[in-house]
């Protein structure tokens, strides 16, 4: 609530905008609260003030007529503006006679702190807000003198209503039609959306209606413009329908300039930041100032960097006043450095230390710092790197985007979970999330525990099916068995899990409203307690925590407002609209006070501010200056010199050299930002994959510089404000953090070659550590150090035929691979599995044409490679698969067809059991068997290398000693009595994908008996092996696709292990 306002009843806040009357930054206040007839406010702040200045100008003295005041960033134009208003009411002027507009609501909180804390020693009453945004003072007035029902939508609301809008074209030819042939494809795109969006922003603000744009598009050969009209008629018939007219900024502004503006009482009408406003806005507030007798606009023009959403500084360069008022010094005055470093993780690295040092040597409060960005795609990344070097960072809770923040998409996966069945990947998300709160290896061993319990029961469902069956919130006999079956295998901590989940579920399948459903789910899960504590705590944590409680009552914003609108409205619905949101929902901002944390904010974010220092990162070339001209598709920049200057859209107008003006004003914003210090950072890295430039704003900066008198043979002296260095990698301190200084410390120590006295010296100094328990410090923490973790060997009685040929070339590839975890299947792998799955189907019986077609739409789903290259992988893949087709069917007319994927479990030799799968047995007339084992690599092995194929030899040693059995009507390799085996025809390597005109073969002869049992006895050993708890680690010709060489001891990669 806010102690000024307007004199009319009518202008009270409406619940669209009543987040500007949230003062932002201040310590709770002492109130009294008295109630007038209207009923009226008052309120009396006795504390947090700050003193009048006394400025020695005639505006400030007089406080009459009209007036420009123009100055230089930090040359206290806003200032001079709140010092100005709360002399005015000190003088006895009524606040009622008194509106402030802002140009944005942040700057309007500012405004309305900053005058609050100037005459908080008084005691003053107002019907409504004396300080208001543009927009919300449009909003308030049209409301007053329009008998419509009115809402102010948000741009995320509005960029919904237009996707949904263009995908009904892409559905329906007949509507697609307004739009010109060559651009219907791209109707679909989220590009393609938004400049739809930014055209019609842009239109509005001018004040354009349909008819307008269509006979624009008529009159100039445009028939986009046509398009667009034709559009926004159906976009304004649309939101017509909801019962209220739900209006966006600049078709608020042009529907109120409809209407004749009357005399509202102000008198005193403050303008700041003028050069934000656009050409509608302009004319609302010249069509005030008719009434008032003392009026300022004021603003900087060196800080207009809005031409992008349509904004001018015409209104405060051209608009007649009577005295204009300059203030040239300014109250900041910063050192500036620039510092350019090799790559982005060293950038990163520089800026994290800087802000750590700052903080811990300067004394330099978190919140008294911020790092400034282009935009926001260089936040995330940044803001990752500050958080894992322990800098709380806080970003602006008004630019989040609900759907992307991991907190929000937990409660709407829980909200789904309820209504419909959620995929494996989604499943795994909600347990891995704040809802189920598990880790991946909490939750590998749940599934496993479910796994074996199904097995146990004699079931053969995945874990992932079984845990969907015991988070059902609709109790049932299945899931009471299940539940018995699990405990019995499943640890307390995992089943948590499986509780927390289900608990959460329950709660929320209770009938009720969105905002109902919404608390039952937040409230089960325990987060809310659990991140008050966190936050509290501050730090890094506490801000991340910060961030997921802004998000979570952004949420319940939207909630309300959704209920609001649609009050029927289902909780599936709400959810589909928070999914299908791409822009910052603009959400209130009830913080009252400042979060102890560095604000990472855009250049255009951070107009209005300062902080003590400031560092501006990510100066490139190519994205500052960013000279892509906006809205290209519509042909914004003609639209808009049209409209404004008269300019027709034919003529051929360059607007780079406008474009790199107002980037230079954007740059100038950033780096004025700064009371104390400002620091330029910037990559250069011309020898990387991405090339990487300091912005021509830093060369700028260095040609700015004055050199000394020189002789040729000396180097020119360089004096300047400016301090431009190239900083490297091996210049640069470590960053100054507890883990940093211990690495530095160990790094000394293990280094033999450094000097004796340093090694010496680092080993007092992680004495001196260790003995106040700082983590990473004592020797016994070190890896390498501790001995090994297991000291009994592995009970390992089982092996397969592949991991045999894997495990002769190296142990400790063939043991700890396959527990590396990939990101990505690589390619070649999946069409293995694939390409095996299609001979195992038609080995089957399947229609050949009909597997190929089902296991190539698999590889389409599955195949993630670059789209240049997806023509020739689909290609190659038909080919292989009509060649390993046509190979069977040769094959088949050869030899009869035993079965495929025939499991193999013969014991062949004391404590070695073969476990596998062959993937074709057939056997001859001569009752003899024949072995094929499919590659899908391009590469075949020699004839050399086949005949000595480990895998193939194990497999020929397999039925040697065993019998073929039938199980369920399935052929299967099992243990045969003493003396007995199969007969071998061959053993065959089918390699379909060769380059080769036909299926390339490797065939292994038959083998000796003795010849098999030689192998078998090098088995036993080879078990050992693998057992450990040592493994041996062996340079052999595959060493190159080794997943595992970073660990591995024979590699330079994997020499890590500690020499001291």
Same mark, same amino acid.
């Given at each position: 609530?806010?102690?000024?306002?307007?004199?009319?009843?009518?202008?009270?806040?409406?619940?669209?905008?009543?987040?500007?009357?949230?003062?932002?930054?201040?310590?709770?206040?002492?109130?009294?609260?008295?109630?007038?007839?209207?009923?009226?406010?008052?309120?009396?702040?006795?504390?947090?003030?700050?003193?009048?200045?006394?400025?020695?100008?005639?505006?400030?003295?007089?406080?009459?007529?009209?007036?420009?005041?123009?100055?230089?960033?930090?040359?206290?134009?806003?200032?001079?503006?709140?010092?100005?208003?709360?002399?005015?009411?000190?003088?006895?002027?009524?606040?009622?006679?008194?509106?402030?507009?802002?140009?944005?609501?942040?700057?309007?909180?500012?405004?309305?702190?900053?005058?609050?804390?100037?005459?908080?020693?008084?005691?003053?009453?107002?019907?409504?807000?004396?300080?208001?945004?543009?927009?919300?003072?449009?909003?308030?007035?049209?409301?007053? %003198?329009?008998?419509?029902?009115?809402?102010?939508?948000?741009?995320?609301?509005?960029?919904?209503?237009?996707?949904?809008?263009?995908?009904?074209?892409?559905?329906?030819?007949?509507?697609?039609?307004?739009?010109?042939?060559?651009?219907?494809?791209?109707?679909?795109?989220?590009?393609?959306?938004?400049?739809?969006?930014?055209?019609?922003?842009?239109?509005?603000?001018?004040?354009?209606?349909?008819?307008?744009?269509?006979?624009?598009?008529?009159?100039?050969?445009?028939?986009?413009?046509?398009?667009?009209?034709?559009?926004?008629?159906?976009?304004?018939?649309?939101?017509?329908?909801?019962?209220?007219?739900?209006?966006?900024?600049?078709?608020?502004?042009?529907?109120?300039?409809?209407?004749?503006?009357?005399?509202?009482?102000?008198?005193?009408?403050?303008?700041?930041?003028?050069?934000?406003?656009?050409?509608?806005?302009?004319?609302?507030?010249?069509?005030?100032?008719?009434?008032?007798?003392?009026?300022?606009?004021?603003?900087?023009?060196?800080?207009?960097?809005?031409?992008?959403?349509?904004?001018?500084?015409?209104?405060?360069?051209?608009?007649?006043?009577?005295?204009?008022?300059?203030?040239?010094?300014?109250?900041?005055?910063?050192?500036?450095?620039?510092?350019?470093?090799?790559?982005?993780?060293?950038?990163?690295?520089?800026?994290?230390?800087?802000?750590?040092?700052?903080?811990?040597?300067?004394?330099?409060?978190?919140?008294?710092?911020?790092?400034?960005?282009?935009?926001?795609?260089?936040?995330?990344?940044?803001?990752?790197?500050?958080?894992?070097?322990?800098?709380?960072?806080?970003?602006?809770?008004?630019?989040?985007?609900?759907?992307?923040?991991?907190?929000?998409?937990?409660?709407?996966?829980?909200?789904?979970?309820?209504?419909?069945?959620?995929?494996?990947?989604?499943?795994?998300?909600?347990?891995?999330?704040?809802?189920?709160?598990?880790?991946?290896?909490?939750?590998?061993?749940?599934?496993?525990?479910?796994?074996?319990?199904?097995?146990?029961?004699?079931?053969?469902?995945?874990?992932?099916?079984?845990?969907?069956?015991?988070?059902?919130?609709?109790?049932?006999?299945?899931?009471?068995?299940?539940?018995?079956?699990?405990?019995?295998?499943?640890?307390?901590?995992?089943?948590?899990?499986?509780?927390?989940?289900?608990?959460?579920?329950?709660?929320?399948?209770?009938?009720?409203?969105?905002?109902?459903?919404?608390?039952?789910?937040?409230?089960?899960?325990?987060?809310?307690?659990?991140?008050?504590?966190?936050?509290?705590?501050?730090?890094?944590?506490?801000?991340?925590?910060?961030?997921?409680?802004?998000?979570?009552?952004?949420?319940?914003?939207?909630?309300?407002?959704?209920?609001?609108?649609?009050?029927?409205?289902?909780?599936?619905?709400?959810?589909?609209?928070?999914?299908?949101?791409?822009?910052?929902?603009?959400?209130?901002?009830?913080?009252?006070?400042?979060?102890?944390?560095?604000?990472?904010?855009?250049?255009?974010?951070?107009?209005?501010?300062?902080?003590?220092?400031?560092?501006?990162?990510?100066?490139?070339?190519?994205?500052?200056?960013?000279?892509?001209?906006?809205?290209?598709?519509?042909?914004?920049?003609?639209?808009?010199?049209?409209?404004?200057?008269?300019?027709?859209?034919?003529?051929?107008?360059?607007?780079?050299?406008?474009?790199?003006?107002?980037?230079?004003?954007?740059?100038?914003?950033?780096?004025?930002?700064?009371?104390?210090?400002?620091?330029?950072?910037?990559?250069?890295?011309?020898?990387?994959?991405?090339?990487?430039?300091?912005?021509?704003?830093?060369?700028?900066?260095?040609?700015?510089?004055?050199?000394?008198?020189?002789?040729?043979?000396?180097?020119?002296?360089?004096?300047?404000?400016?301090?431009?260095?190239?900083?490297?990698?091996?210049?640069?301190?470590?960053?100054?953090?507890?883990?940093?200084?211990?690495?530095?410390?160990?790094?000394?120590?293990?280094?033999?070659?450094?000097?004796?006295?340093?090694?010496?010296?680092?080993?007092?100094?992680?004495?001196?550590?260790?003995?106040?328990?700082?983590?990473?410090?004592?020797?016994?923490?070190?890896?390498?150090?501790?001995?090994?973790?297991?000291?009994?060997?592995?009970?390992?009685?089982?092996?397969?035929?592949?991991?045999?040929?894997?495990?002769?070339?190296?142990?400790?590839?063939?043991?700890?691979?396959?527990?590396?975890?990939?990101?990505?299947?690589?390619?070649?792998?999946?069409?293995?599995?694939?390409?095996?799955?299609?001979?195992?189907?038609?080995?089957?019986?399947?229609?050949?044409?009909?597997?190929?077609?089902?296991?190539?739409?698999?590889?389409?789903?599955?195949?993630?490679?670059?789209?240049?290259?997806?023509?020739?992988?689909?290609?190659?893949?038909?080919?292989?698969?009509?060649?390993?087709?046509?190979?069977?069917?040769?094959?088949?007319?050869?030899?009869?067809?035993?079965?495929?994927?025939?499991?193999?479990?013969?014991?062949?030799?004391?404590?070695?059991?073969?476990?596998?799968?062959?993937?074709?047995?057939?056997?001859?007339?001569?009752?003899?068997?024949?072995?094929?084992?499919?590659?899908?690599?391009?590469?075949?092995?020699?004839?050399?290398?086949?005949?000595?194929?480990?895998?193939?030899?194990?497999?020929?040693?397999? %039925?040697?000693?065993?019998?073929?059995?039938?199980?369920?009507?399935?052929?299967?390799?099992?243990?045969?009595?003493?003396?007995?085996?199969?007969?071998?025809?061959?053993?065959?390597?089918?390699?379909?994908?060769?380059?080769?005109?036909?299926?390339?073969?490797?065939?292994?002869?038959?083998?000796?008996?003795?010849?098999?049992?030689?192998?078998?006895?090098?088995?036993?050993?080879?078990?050992?092996?693998?057992?450990?708890?040592?493994?041996?680690?062996?340079?052999?010709?595959?060493?190159?696709?080794?997943?595992?060489?970073?660990?591995?001891?024979?590699?330079?990669?994997?020499?890590?292990?500690?020499?001291?």
């Amino acid at each position: 609530m806010d102690a000024f306002s307007t004199p009319q009843e009518s202008l009270t806040e409406s619940p669209d905008v009543v987040s500007e009357d949230l003062v932002t930054g201040i310590p709770p206040l002492q109130q009294s609260f008295v109630y007038a007839q209207r009923p009226r406010v008052e309120i009396v702040y006795n504390e947090h003030t700050e003193p009048i200045r006394e400025w020695n100008n005639q505006l400030f003295q007089e406080q009459r007529g009209t007036w420009r005041v123009t100055g230089a960033a930090g040359a206290g134009v806003s200032t001079l503006l709140m010092d100005t208003v709360a002399e005015r009411i000190r003088r006895g002027v009524s606040p009622e006679s008194i509106i402030v507009v802002a140009a944005s609501r942040e700057s309007a909180a500012r405004l309305r702190a900053g005058i609050a804390h100037r005459i908080a020693d008084g005691s003053y009453t107002s019907p409504a807000s004396l300080v208001r945004s543009v927009h919300s003072l449009a909003f308030a007035l049209l409301r007053s %003198l329009s008998d419509d029902q009115l809402r102010l939508i948000t741009g995320a609301e509005q960029d919904a209503v237009i996707r949904e809008l263009l995908q009904g074209h892409v559905d329906n030819p007949s509507l697609a039609a307004i739009w010109p042939a060559e651009a219907r494809p791209a109707l679909g795109l989220i590009g393609f959306a938004r400049e739809v969006r930014d055209f019609l922003l842009r239109s509005g603000e001018r004040g354009l209606e349909p008819e307008d744009l269509e006979e624009l598009g008529a009159r100039y050969g445009r028939p986009m413009w046509t398009s667009a009209g034709s559009f926004m008629r159906e976009y304004q018939q649309v939101m017509r329908l909801g019962g209220t007219h739900s209006l966006n900024a600049s078709e608020l502004v042009s529907k109120l300039m409809r209407f004749d503006i009357p005399d509202m009482g102000w008198r005193t009408i403050i303008i700041d930041d003028a050069q934000h406003l656009d050409p509608q806005s302009a004319q609302f507030l010249q069509a005030l100032m008719r009434y008032a007798d003392f009026t300022v606009i004021a603003g900087d023009p060196q800080q207009s960097v809005f031409h992008f959403r349509g904004a001018t500084p015409e209104f405060l360069l051209r608009t007649p006043v009577d005295q204009e008022l300059t203030l040239y010094s300014s109250f900041r005055q910063p050192t500036v450095e620039a510092k350019v470093l090799g790559s982005a993780g060293d950038q990163s690295e520089f800026v994290a230390d800087l802000l750590r040092r700052s903080h811990l040597l300067e004394g330099i409060r978190w919140n008294d710092m911020a790092v400034i960005v282009r935009s926001t795609a260089d936040i995330p990344s940044l803001r990752r790197a500050l958080l894992s070097a322990g800098v709380p960072v806080q970003e602006d809770p008004s630019d989040i985007i609900l759907s992307e923040q991991r907190i929000v998409s937990a409660l709407m996966l829980a909200v789904r979970a309820i209504y419909q069945e959620l995929s494996a990947q989604e499943l795994e998300e909600l347990a891995l999330g704040p809802i189920g709160g598990a880790d991946t290896v909490t939750l590998r061993r749940l599934f496993r525990g479910l796994r074996k319990a199904e097995m146990h029961a004699g079931g053969n469902r995945r874990a992932i099916e079984i845990m969907r069956k015991l988070i059902d919130p609709k109790e049932s006999e299945e899931q009471t068995q299940l539940r018995e079956q699990v405990e019995a295998v499943l640890t307390d901590r995992e089943l948590a899990v499986v509780d927390k989940i289900r608990a959460v579920l329950v709660r929320g399948a209770q009938p009720g409203s969105v905002e109902e459903i919404l608390w039952e789910i937040w409230d089960a899960s325990a987060l809310s307690s659990h991140l008050q504590t966190v936050s509290l705590r501050g730090g890094v944590r506490g801000a991340q925590a910060d961030r997921d409680l802004d998000a979570v009552m952004a949420l319940f914003d939207a909630a309300g407002d959704w209920v609001e609108r649609r009050p029927t409205a289902s909780i599936t619905s709400f959810v589909r609209h928070i999914a299908e949101q791409e822009l910052p929902t603009g959400v209130r901002d009830r913080r009252l006070a400042t979060a102890e944390a560095v604000r990472i904010v855009t250049a255009h974010g951070s107009l209005g501010q300062q902080w003590h220092t400031v560092i501006v990162a990510g100066v490139q070339e190519g994205t500052w200056p960013s000279l892509q001209e906006t809205g290209t598709l519509f042909g914004q920049e003609d639209l808009i010199d049209l409209i404004d200057s008269g300019i027709e859209p034919n003529t051929y107008i360059s607007r780079s050299a406008e474009k790199l003006k107002e980037e230079k004003r954007l740059f100038h914003v950033a780096r004025t930002r700064g009371t104390h210090r400002v620091v330029i950072t910037a990559v250069e890295s011309p020898e990387s994959d991405t090339a990487a430039e300091p912005s021509r704003f830093l060369q700028g900066i260095a040609e700015s510089k004055e050199q000394s008198p020189t002789t040729d043979s000396e180097t020119a002296s360089v004096q300047s404000e400016f301090d431009t260095e190239t900083v490297h990698l091996d210049q640069y301190v470590r960053l100054l953090s507890v883990p940093s200084i211990v690495a530095e410390l160990r790094r000394e120590l293990a280094n033999s070659d450094s000097p004796q006295r340093r090694r010496e010296q680092a080993a007092r100094q992680l004495a001196r550590l260790a003995l106040h328990q700082v983590p990473g410090a004592r020797p016994e923490q070190w890896w390498g150090f501790g001995g090994p973790s297991e000291t009994t060997s592995l009970d390992i009685s089982k092996v397969s035929p592949s991991l045999i040929e894997n495990a002769l070339l190296c142990p400790l590839r063939a043991r700890l691979e396959r527990l590396v975890e990939e990101e990505n299947t690589p390619i070649h792998m999946l069409k293995g599995t694939l390409a095996h799955a299609f001979a195992e189907a038609i080995g089957r019986g399947a229609d050949p044409a009909e597997a190929q077609q089902l296991v190539t739409q698999a590889l389409e789903v599955l195949l993630d490679a670059p789209a240049w290259s997806l023509p020739q992988h689909m290609a190659q893949w038909s080919t292989m698969l009509q060649r390993l087709a046509h190979w069977i069917d040769v094959s088949n007319a050869q030899r009869d067809l035993i079965g495929v994927e025939v499991p193999v479990n013969v014991t062949v030799a004391p404590g070695v059991e073969l476990r596998g799968r062959i993937d074709r047995l057939e056997r001859n007339e001569s009752d003899e068997y024949h072995i094929v084992d499919f590659k899908t690599g391009k590469q075949a092995a020699t004839k050399e290398e086949a005949n000595d194929n480990k895998q193939l030899l194990a497999y020929q040693l397999a %039925l040697h000693r065993g019998q073929l059995v039938h199980r369920d009507d399935e052929p299967a390799i099992v243990t045969a009595p003493e003396q007995q085996g199969l007969a071998v025809d061959q053993a065959v390597l089918v390699y379909p994908a060769t380059d080769t005109k036909s299926v390339t073969t490797r065939e292994q002869a038959p083998k000796e008996p003795e010849e098999l049992e030689k192998f078998s006895a090098t088995l036993p050993a080879l078990l050992e092996s693998l057992s450990g708890p040592q493994l041996i680690a062996r340079v052999n010709s595959r060493c190159e696709q080794c997943k595992i060489k970073t660990m591995c001891p024979v590699q330079p990669e994997g020499k890590m292990i500690p020499e001291c």
